[in-house]
C-alpha cells in the first residue's frame, strides 16, 4: 500500500462549482497535514496547513482531516479559472525531526469559465 | 512577501559532470530542505539540514549528493557525477522554527542531464 495516495486526474469543473480534492494515507503517525497548489513550470505554493484533525477554513478553502479513516480533503467554494492548477496533499509525522514531506501524486485540476 | 529564490531556472549539463544548484531560503528561517519531482511522478525528500548539519536524508541523497550551506544566504545542492536519471525539477524549501512549520518552495530548477 502506498504511503499517500491521491486520484491525479484530470478533474473539470465548471466556474463556481464546489471542489473536492482528497487523499488517503497508511501511516497512522502522521499528524501535520498540508495542501499546495501548483501551477505549472512553478513550485508547490502552500494553501492550507492543519495539525491533527479537524477542520480549518480559509477564504474559499477548506481542508479536514480525517485521522480515523486517514483521509483528508480539500474544498474549494465557488471556483475560478485561476484554480486550475495541480494540486498536492502533503504530510509528515511527530518525532520527524528532519522535517521529511511525504507527497501524494498530485490531482490537475481545470476550471473552465 | 518573502519567498524562496533558486538558481538557475534552467541547468543543462552532460553526464558525469558536476552541478551546484542555489537556493536563497527566506531569511529568518532555519530549516532547509531539497526535494525533487521527476516528470509525471510525485515530489519526492532529498534531505534537510538544520544548524550546519544534515537533519534528514532519503536513500535517493546516496554519496554523489551532498548540501552546504557557504554563507549567511545561500543553500547548496551538489551532485558530483550526474547520471541520466538525476534529470528532475530540483526544489529547495525553508521552513521557520522547528522542522514540523510549513515549509515554502521555490519554483524550482529544471536539471537536464544530456
Known amino acids: 500500500q502506498k504511503e499517500v495516495e491521491q486520484d491525479p486526474g484530470p478533474l473539470s469543473v465548471p466556474e463556481g462549482a464546489i471542489v473536492s480534492l482528497n487523499c488517503t494515507y497508511s501511516n497512522s503517525a502522521f499528524q501535520y497535514f498540508m495542501w499546495y497548489r501548483q501551477y505549472s513550470r512553478k513550485g508547490p505554493e502552500l494553501l492550507m496547513y492543519t495539525y491533527s484533525s479537524g477542520n480549518k477554513e480559509d477564504g474559499r478553502f477548506t481542508a479536514q482531516v480525517d485521522k480515523s479513516s486517514k483521509y483528508i480533503s480539500l474544498f474549494i467554494r465557488d471556483s475560478q479559472p485561476s484554480d486550475s492548477a495541480t494540486y498536492l496533499c502533503a504530510m509528515s509525522g511527530p518525532g520527524n525531526q528532519g522535517g521529511k514531506l511525504i507527497f501524494g501524486q498530485g490531482t490537475e485540476l481545470s476550471v473552465k469559465p | 512577501e518573502p519567498e524562496v529564490t533558486q538558481t538557475p531556472s534552467h541547468q543543462v549539463t552532460q553526464m558525469g559532470q558536476e552541478v551546484i544548484l542555489r537556493c536563497v531560503p527566506i531569511?529568518?528561517?532555519?530549516?532547509f530542505y531539497w526535494y525533487r519531482q521527476i516528470l509525471g511522478q510525485k515530489v519526492e525528500f532529498l534531505v534537510s539540514f538544520y544548524n550546519n548539519e544534515i537533519s534528514e536524508k532519503s536513500e535517493i541523497f546516496d554519496d554523489q549528493f551532498s548540501v552546504e550551506r557557504p554563507d549567511g544566504s545561500n543553500f547548496t545542492l551538489k551532485i558530483r557525477s550526474t547520471k541520466l536519471e538525476d534529470s528532475a525539477m530540483y526544489f529547495c524549501?525553508?521552513?521557520?522554527?522547528?522542522?514540523?512549520?510549513?515549509?515554502?518552495f521555490g519554483d524550482g530548477t529544471r536539471l537536464s542531464i544530456l
Open positions: 524549501a525553508s521552513s521557520e522554527g522547528s522542522p514540523n512549520q510549513p515549509q515554502h
Open positions: 531569511s529568518n528561517h532555519l530549516y
